[in-house]
């Protein structure tokens, strides 16, 4: 991606991302965040949630994708930051959950930076808010 090829207004197309247990479970080992919420259904809905639920930052880097692979270098993002607003719930079946991310360039910046901003969301619901990345582009 080119700074001089950018417009503000550009579309980043959306993106589906799976996530399953087995997702979260990985995230766990690699996380060492193995709190139960995140596998564990019975007590997950002992604490009031739906049923398990993924970890925000997993949700969170899923989303940063969109603009990793967007600019071509996760090295280009030079600020990223979201506000949590709903969980990805995760059931236990063969499909588990959708998370689609889309954004659009809000932005250009000096210096080559552009602003984008992201919508995540799954079943419906925006899980992240307030998402936006500052990128420095060639």
Avoid at 51 to 68: S, W
């Amino acid at each position: 991606m080119n700074y001089d090829d950018v417009n503000v207004g550009d579309e980043i197309p959306a993106r589906d991302f799976p996530v399953q247990r087995v997702n979260l479970v990985m995230y766990c080992g690699a996380s060492g965040d193995f709190n139960p919420i995140h596998w564990n259904e019975r007590f997950a809905k002992l604490v009031g949630l739906p049923d398990v639920i993924a970890h925000g930052m997993f949700t969170m880097a899923e989303a940063a994708r969109v603009v990793t692979d967007w600019a071509g270098d996760p090295g280009a993002v030079e600020e990223y930051r979201v506000r949590f607003s709903r969980p990805v719930v995760v059931p236990d079946d063969d499909k588990g959950a959708t998370l689609t991310v889309g954004g659009r360039v809000e932005e250009k910046l000096d210096g080559n930076r552009v602003v984008v901003v992201l919508e995540a969301k799954s079943a419906g619901d925006t899980v992240l808010q307030g998402a936006r990345a500052t990128v420095r582009l060639p």
